[in-house]
């Protein structure tokens, strides 16, 4: 049977271990003229003076797979960033446990009950926040990317950026996602990619394949991030045997 804790308790100090890890990795970020250049195909720039939450153009679509989230959500704690989580226990878990660490929760998915998430997400953008999306969650398969990314890049000209990470010392687990999660005093990377920003009046064909080159450029960016660091064969993402 399995047991369900009080979600609001058990992401507090789920949120606590994060930031106990957090503190001792060893963070570097690359790709940062990638994440400039996707504000200004969004109409602007967040320059140093403006906050979050304001009218300024510039906001983006972080897209990232479910299973380097953990990462990300301390290189990008407390920038208000409103990140999508699924409804379900774990997905509202994972949420909660966010917004200890500064992040924005929206219940959802972009897939079940996609239209009413979509119009959430639009108006958080309006609203002057960024959204980050697990674009192969909430269960899969891992590293297909859905619609919901290139869709809202679309219904609002804000640019999608593809976003991952990976570390020197980590245990990746046996789910679907295959989760990681850096070891205490590891090295973290994290790395922006190429952005990409889907017209208004796109047809579906197009915006098929859109949301291939999406899916293509978060992988190719993940694997090679991998590589990058030290990994080879199937420690290399997608995780698969070589």
């Known amino acids: 049977m ?9 992401s507090f100090f789920a ?15 690359r790709g940062e003229e990638r994440l400039e250049r996707a504000r200004e195909m969004s109409g602007g720039t967040l320059s140093d003076t403006e906050k979050p939450g304001s009218d300024k153009p510039g906001r983006v679509i ?51 009950g996609g239209a009413r998430a979509i ?18 969650g909430p269960k899969g398969p891992r590293g297909k990317v859905q619609q919901g990314a290139t869709e809202l ?9 593809p976003i991952t990470c990976t570390a020197k010392g980590r245990k990746v687990f046996g789910s679907w ?12 990377i994290v790395d922006y990619g190429e952005p990409l920003i889907v017209p208004g009046g796109t047809g579906a064909e197009e915006r098929e394949s859109l949301r291939i080159e999406l899916e293509k450029r978060l992988g190719e960016l993940t694997s090679r991030l991998d590589k990058d660091i030290g990994y080879t064969g199937e420690d290399v993402w997608p995780h698969e045997d070589s």
């Not at 409103?82 to 929760?105: Q, R």
């Not at 119009?119 to 192969?136: F, N, S």
């Not at 996602?177 to 973290?188: E, L, S, T, W, Y």
């Open 2 to 10: 399995k047991i369900r804790t009080n979600a609001r308790v058990t």
């Open 15 to 29: 949120s606590l271990l994060i930031r106990l890890l957090g503190v001792t990795w060893r963070l570097e970020i």
């Open 62 to 112: 972080f897209a990232f797979f479910h299973g380097r989230l953990l990462g990300l959500s301390w290189s990008h704690r407390n920038r208000n960033i409103h990140v999508l989580a699924s409804e379900h226990y774990d997905g509202d878990l994972m949420g909660k446990t966010i917004e200890w660490l500064g992040f924005g929760h929206l219940k959802g998915s972009t897939t079940r």
């Open 119 to 136: 119009r959430e997400l639009k108006g958080v953008l309006a609203d002057g926040y960024d959204i980050g999306l697990t674009v192969d």
């Open 153 to 161: 890049s679309r219904l609002t000209s804000c640019a999608v950026v």
């Open 177 to 188: 996602d295959r989760f990681q999660v850096p070891a205490p005093f590891a090295k973290v």
